[in-house]
């Protein structure tokens, strides 16, 4: 819908014309993105999502990288808003890969007919809100503009690409791209020396499924992660109507677990029962797929502790009997950091790479990588001469996508000057100054589609209170913003996901601030929260 107005706006003292006018603003139009567009227009509101990609997916447009799954059961992972779709999607495999992640939400777009609402190629540039009118404006980098009451940005938690500040990289003579970039045509890496720099989930994934292929595989790695078998297996036909019969019980189970997995702790302590009967259940959990090795192991495996570390000694273990070389395994066994105070990152064979002949791995945290050359990577004590140099080497996590997008408030204030110190948010959803902003993305944890569902209901929900009401501004307020960054610090700091150097405290990007990026809450909980905020008239928020 493309009015033409003759006005002059408060984001620009140009005169502005042609400018599409909407009701709401999605930025992305990955799993979020897309149910944000469903709900919306659902309820009556007028749409539009733009998308920098040139298809629809976010995370799973985007990581295209050999190897790139899901890590958590497929059959969670999909969208649980229509039965149609629970019953005429087949997911082939417990864990399924990008390509059919991929056509997921393809076929999720083409189904309820999203794209007519979508506009690909579309990258932001910048989101100003206009005081007087009481609309956001935003600005593509191909110069188109838009306006709608609301934005939301569905820009995910993991999608503005790392990639540390070596230098030189611009003279490699040879091929390099960063993982969440990974070239729709594949890279050609049969037989070449390929390089790859980072051993997180997405390196582990990679190095595992291009150690088949490639002629020479060298391995940076400064820390190395406790990694677990995901045990991946394709879905029979019984399986199969079993899924599809279940699945009200397999949600409802995900709805009840702290990280909306379909996984129960154990309510036992680790430290209580005989060390037989902890060793019997770490081997019989070790043996099956997927995170149920710990989101369904004794409740203080996953607390800081003295069961923390007595299942983080077997992990390491476990890695010990996969490697050959006793060196390169003591190499591949963390020291430095407690189990899942990192993402714990679920493999297929990594282990077992490291013992091919044509396999190195070289030490960073020990002699640190100085700079690309042209013929390949330079350490401390080595040149490391390679065709192929690729970075798994992460992503400013939840709020680089944020203010990467130049989204200005009121007063002109800015998000990127306003999280300096880290976000500054209610609930991850709302910041005083940025009246109908959104941030859905700074505010999902644990299993994505899960958590995205019921937070996306809910801003629906807020954003039809204010239509109902003829309101025309919702947004945090200073006080509720002030009390949550105090409860995220306060809380934050006594959990696991805190212990460590990671994303998730935002400690990967040298000069971030390090501050938890997500609610330090269980989903139930910050679903009750949610709940009672709406239900007493949206507590904490400005309504204007
Ligand atoms: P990551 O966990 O941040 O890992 C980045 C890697 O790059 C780390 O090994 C890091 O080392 C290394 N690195 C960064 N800077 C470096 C430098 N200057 N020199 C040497 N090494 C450097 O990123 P990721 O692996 O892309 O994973 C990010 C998140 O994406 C995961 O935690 C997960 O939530 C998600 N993910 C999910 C799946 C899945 O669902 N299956 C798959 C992949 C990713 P340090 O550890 O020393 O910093």
Redesign the pocket.
Known sequence: MANSLQQTTAAGTERVEDIAQFDVIVIGAGVTGLYSLYRLRELGFSVRAFEEGGGVGGTWYW?RYPG?????ESYTYGYSFSEELLQEWDWKEH?SGQPENERYLNYVADKFDLRRDIRLNSRVVSAVFDEDENRWQVQLEDGHRARAQFLITSVGI?SAG?I?D?EGIDSFKGDWCH??RWPKDGMDLAGKRVGV?????????LITEIAKEVGHLTV????A?YCAPLRNSPIDADEQREIKASYPEIFKKCMETPGSFMHQFDPRSAMEVSPEERLEQYERLWAEPGFKKWLSNFYDVMMPGEANEDYAKFVRNKIRERVNDPVVAEMLVPKDHMFGS??L??ESGYYEVFNQDNVLLVD??EA??ERITPKGVKTRDAEYELDVII?????D?VTGSLIKLDIQGVGGQTLKDKFADGPRTYMGISSAGFPNLFTINAASVGNFVRAAEPLVDWVSEAMCYVRDNQFTRISATLEAEDAWVKHVAEAGAKILRTQA???FVG??IPGKARVLLTAPDSAPVMRAKRAEVAANGYEGFLLQ
């Open positions: 990581n790139c799954r899901f890590d958590s864990y993991l790392y540390p070596f993982t969440g720099i980072g051993t997180g989930a997405t390196g582990v994934q940076f790695q400064r820390t992660n990192k993402r990152p679920c960073v945290r640190p990588i970075f798994a080497t992460g992503f996590a150097n990671s994303w400690a990967n």
